[in-house]
């Protein structure tokens, strides 16, 4: 009984000596080639697929075209408004307030009730 309940834990370690012995066996470059092949092979699925939901709801890929387009013209704009502003900060950039002179106001005379 033992024996097991160990087995998931051994075939686990099993597996990890299996692809360690493959890992340095392998020259890197192979490596660097399969990985460049399975990524390749997930954008040619994937633009497969998209095609494919382009070409049944076309409504839905317009709205997302539009939608991006909206978001990278809002990004730009508070890209633009925070250079020229020179606040990179993420909040508000700070404004420079001028100080001013107030004419100081006279209050109203009271008039003297005739009494």
């Known amino acids: 009984m033992n024996q ?6 051994r ?9 360690d012995g493959i890992r340095n066996a392998v020259p890197r470059k192979a490596l660097q080639w399969v990985e460049t092949g399975a990524a390749l092979t997930a954008l040619k699925t ?3 697929v998209a095609t494919r939901l382009v070409k ?4 839905i890929a ?3 075209v539009a939608g991006a387009g909206l978001l990278w013209l809002v990004a730009r704009r508070r890209a633009k408004r925070n250079e020229d502003s020179g606040g990179s ?6 404004r420079r307030v001028e100080a001013r002179r107030v004419e100081a106001r006279r209050a109203p005379r009271k008039r003297a009730s005739a009494s």
Do not use: M, S, T
């Open 89 to 94: 900060d993420g909040g508000k950039a700070p």
């Open 11 to 19: 075939a686990l370690h099993v597996a990890g000596q299996v692809g």
């Open 62 to 64: 317009v709205a997302a």
């Open 4 to 9: 097991f309940a160990n087995l998931p834990e």
């Open 46 to 48: 994937g633009g497969r």
């Open 56 to 59: 049944r709801n076309p409504a």
